[in-house]
């Protein structure tokens, strides 16, 4: 069993920056790829990044692309998504997830995919 904390959300205005962490706990021995989701009031959760074990491969949310960079230090079992630029519909309930692979190249975009979730993180972005 894996465990997953977010943190680092909060309220900033527009323009601004926050970076958010997942950290991992439990057995993660094995190799993990991770993603970001998030879920704005009255909206589908979706995708926002993902990276493999490696962090070789990454995917973002066309509408994040050059705003929002995921990166992750194994040694710390730790997932970070820096986030800048934001702005108002940036929004929501961010969520970190994390799946077992066996390739660290492997990652996935669709929430079915991941194993493990994190209760989330709420991100405000004023006007």
């Known amino acids: 069993q894996v465990q997953v904390v977010e943190s680092g959300g909060g309220l900033v205005q527009a323009g601004g920056s926050l970076r958010l962490s997942c950290a991992a706990s439990?057995?993660?021995?094995?190799?993990?790829?991770m993603g970001w989701f998030r879920q704005a009031p009255g909206k589908e959760r979706e995708i926002v990044a993902a990276?493999?074990?490696?962090?070789?491969?990454?995917y973002y949310k066309d509408s994040v692309k050059g705003r929002f960079t995921i990166s992750r230090d194994n040694a710390k079992n730790t997932v970070y998504l820096q986030m800048n630029s934001l702005k108002p519909e940036d929004t929501a309930v961010y969520y970190c997830?994390?799946?077992?692979?066996?390739?660290?190249?492997?990652?996935?975009?669709?929430?079915?995919?991941?194993?493990?979730w994190g209760q989330g993180t709420q991100v405000t972005v004023s006007s």
């Open positions: 439990g057995r993660t021995s094995s190799t993990y790829a």
């Open positions: 990276i493999s074990w490696s962090g070789g491969s990454t």
């Open positions: 997830a994390s799946r077992r692979v066996t390739t660290a190249q492997a990652m996935g975009v669709l929430q079915a995919w991941y194993e493990y």
